[in-house]
């Protein structure tokens, strides 16, 4: 008798041991929540920032800021290496990459970014790994396509012609056309803006520059900061 | 009070003590203290120096949407 009382307290204890190590184990082996996409936006303080081919290099080029269109210049950072950021640089070639110091500019952040899929015809707005907005965009025709690559908003445009072909608003873009070297007036730069023919949306229509309608235009307008990263794809 | 009885006793005392000391120990290694161990002590001479507070570029937690510039754009349309 005492033999099994002793066997029975012993298996309690044993399977007491055995619960709390698989309670322990499985708290310990929890995964850690995915942390959200997030990309910094880099704006210059001053008029001007140098641009420099590698770090610590020789100067590349001057950038004036605020921009052609009175917005504070902004940047994409691509690489952050604490005294030396690597930028998306709003120039020709599309896609340009260069070296800026950290003391010339202040940053922010942002989990917003929108992706654009030129075969489906679509656009998705993305905060994090999660997708806010989504509707149907016009894209370039075949002589002046949309070039696919990385962007970013380079600025937020109010059009005073708001009948106009621009629609309600405009966010330029750090591309340019690969066929256009200027038009009307300006580089060939990109912009993602509305329209006033919105029955052209889901189509090859525009000259280089992405059609989305003026409710979504404005939608971005309303949420999503000048330094967003853009990707042109499909 | 029989022998027999005296001896069921005496074994389930034992058991709830071992049960009651394992707990205890249990509770030890899977705490606060267990899971965050205290981190060794930083000696100054391993301490960066902090950069001037010019050099430090501030990073403001969200960018915020921005005011529109009211103009004719020139994009490619």
Request: net charge positive; with cysteine; proline share 7%.
């Amino acid at each position: 008798m005492r033999t099994n009382l002793l066997r029975t307290a012993a298996a309690a204890t044993l399977a007491f041991l055995l619960t709390g190590c698989v309670g322990s184990a499985s708290s310990t082996a929890r995964p850690e929540p995915a942390s959200s996409v997030s990309s910094k936006i880099a704006s210059v303080k001053g008029s001007r920032i140098t641009v420099y081919k590698s770090k610590e290099g020789v100067a590349q080029r001057t950038i004036t800021s605020p921009n052609d269109y009175g917005a504070t210049r902004v940047f994409l950072v691509e690489r952050d290496e604490g005294k030396w950021l690597q930028v998306l640089l709003p120039i020709r070639p599309n896609g340009s990459k260069g070296w800026i110091k950290a003391t010339d500019v202040t940053l922010a952040e942002t989990a917003y970014r929108v992706e654009i899929d030129r075969g489906a015809f679509r656009f998705t707005v993305y905060d994090g790994d999660r997708a806010v907005r989504s509707g149907k965009v016009a894209t370039g025709e075949a002589g002046t396509p949309t070039p696919p690559g990385r962007y970013f908003f380079t600025e937020l445009v109010k059009p005073v012609d708001q009948g106009g072909a621009y629609g309600a608003y405009a966010f330029g873009l750090s591309g340019f056309s690969p066929v256009l070297k200027s038009f009307a007036g300006g580089p060939g730069q990109l912009a993602i803006h509305g329209t006033n023919k919105p029955s052209a949306i889901g189509t090859r229509a525009s000259h280089g520059c992405v059609r989305i309608s003026n409710d979504d235009i404005t939608w971005m307008a309303k949420n999503l900061a000048i330094g967003t990263p853009v990707v042109v794809q499909g | 009070m029989n022998r027999e009885t005296h001896m069921k006793i005496k074994a389930t005392l034992i058991g709830i003590s071992a049960v009651l000391a394992l707990t205890a120990g249990l509770a030890s290694f899977s705490g606060t203290a267990a899971a965050d161990p205290k981190k060794p002590a930083v000696t100054s001479a391993a301490t960066p120096a902090p950069a001037p507070a010019d050099q430090r570029p501030v990073v403001k937690t969200t960018a915020g949407p921005n005011e529109p510039v009211v103009v004719s754009p020139s994009y490619t349309g």
